[in-house]
């Protein structure tokens, strides 16, 4: 029947894609992984910086240094430059796994738009005693792919307000990196997402078997 051979399609193209996902998922995680001891050396730097401004230069030793104020400061900067490209090296990586999935997820998306009149929409929404419909399978991956973009787009916009001249904001950077993740359940939401593809395909394996023998 045309529906079964459109399900059974859509079904090895989810299984793909989420073989694809988990596969960038761990470059997903290496990437973020890197970010909190770039962060704390930002932070760490902040400290130094702000005690500097702080200092009573002129009315100490290093008050004879006229140039050693300034040069400290291009020094520390130098230093927050090179942090920052390092982060910007990580974000880049993100980006590079967020276009991944979106673009498997769309491919999964184009392939349904096909196949939808093969497959009829009662088909697409029944749901097993234990297994997802086809909808919340593709809802799931979705969703996955709703994660990758919007968490990207918070570092990016992150990143952008990190400024030298704002150095109470740039030591409480690994705080507010943390609020940032703790908005985003990756385990939740990959969990629930992957689960829903695993059983939707596990059940048209079964479908298969059962129809070949």
């Given amino acids: 029947m045309a529906a079964a051979a459109a399900s059974a399609a859509?079904?090895?193209?989810l299984r793909e894609r989420a073989a694809v996902v988990a596969r960038q998922d761990a470059a997903w995680r290496e990437a973020l992984a890197a970010w909190a001891p770039l962060l704390g050396s930002l932070a760490g730097l902040a400290a130094q910086m702000r005690a500097a401004q702080r200092l009573a230069w002129d009315g100490s030793?290093?008050?004879?240094?006229g140039d050693l104020r300034a040069r400290l400061w291009r020094k520390q900067r130098g230093a927050a430059e090179a942090l920052l490209e390092q982060l910007g090296g990580r974000r880049a990586e993100l980006r590079a796994v967020r276009d991944a999935v979106?673009?498997?997820v769309a491919g999964v998306l184009r392939l349904y738009e096909e196949r939808a009149a093969e497959l009829g929409l009662a088909a697409a929404l029944q749901r097993g005693p234990r297994c997802p419909s086809l909808a919340d399978a593709l809802e799931g991956l979705q969703d996955v792919e709703r994660y990758y973009r919007y968490l990207y787009l918070e570092s990016k916009l992150f990143l952008q307000c990190i400024s030298c001249d704002r150095l109470a904001d740039m030591e409480a950077l690994p705080q507010t990196w943390e609020r940032i993740l703790e908005r985003y359940k990756e385990d939740v939401v990959q969990g629930n997402a992957l689960l829903k593809i695993s059983l939707f395909v596990d059940n048209q394996q079964e479908l298969c078997c059962s129809t070949g023998s």
């Fill in 10 to 13: 859509l079904a090895a193209a």
């Fill in 102 to 104: 979106g673009a498997s």
């Fill in 61 to 65: 030793a290093l008050g004879a240094f």
